[in-house]
C-alpha cells in the first residue's frame, strides 16, 4: 500500500466542481487487483448534510482529488462514501473507490478548446486562468462518455 496527503477535494456535478477544503486527508492506494483507493479528510462539520445525503443514497460519484503538492493536477476518482462521522467543529469522511483510467492533460486540452472557441489574446488568457480555477467539464471529456 502506498499512502499520500489529500490537499483538496472537488466533487463533480452538472458539469461544474464544488470544492470541500480539507482541513487534513489522506489517500491510500491498496495497490490490489480491484485498483482500490481509501480516501479519507476531515471537512468543516457545515458539511455534514451533504456529505451525509450522499453516503445514504450510496451513488458513486466523479471528485477531483490534489495528491501531495498544490501544483499537482488533480486527480479524477470514481467514489462512494462509506462512513460519515462528527468529530468537533470537523466531519471525517471515509470514501472508496477506483482512479479514473484516462488521465487528462486538464491544460493542455482546456488550451485546445478556447483556442477552438476562437478566443485570444487578453480573452484567452483571463478565460484559461478563470477555467483552471473552476475546472468546467470538457468536450472532449464529454465525447468519450
Known amino acids: 500500500m502506498k499512502t499520500f496527503k ?4 472537488g466533487i463533480e456535478k452538472d458539469d461544474e466542481v464544488a470544492d470541500y477544503p480539507v482541513h487534513d486527508g489522506i489517500i491510500i492506494n491498496q495497490e490490489n487487483n480491484e485498483r482500490s483507493w481509501i480516501l479519507e479528510m476531515l471537512v468543516d462539520l457545515s ?3 451533504t456529505f451525509e445525503s450522499l453516503k445514504q443514497t450510496e451513488e458513486t460519484i466523479a471528485v477531483q482529488v490534489v ?3 498544490p501544483g499537482n493536477e488533480p486527480a479524477p ?5 462509506h462512513a460519515v462521522k462528527i468529530m468537533g467543529d470537523h466531519i471525517s469522511v471515509l470514501m ?7 488521465r487528462r492533460k486538464y491544460a493542455e486540452t482546456l488550451l485546445s ?3 477552438e472557441d476562437g478566443l485570444e489574446g487578453q480573452e484567452l488568457l483571463d478565460r484559461f486562468e478563470t477555467d483552471m480555477r473552476t475546472r468546467p467539464g470538457l468536450r472532449k471529456d464529454e465525447s468519450k462518455s
Open 6 to 9: 489529500m490537499l483538496s477535494l
Open 47 to 49: 458539511h455534514h448534510e
Open 67 to 69: 495528491i501531495s503538492y
Open 77 to 81: 476518482f470514481e467514489v462512494v462514501v
Open 96 to 102: 472508496k473507490g477506483t482512479l479514473k483510467r484516462a
Open 113 to 115: 478548446e478556447l483556442l
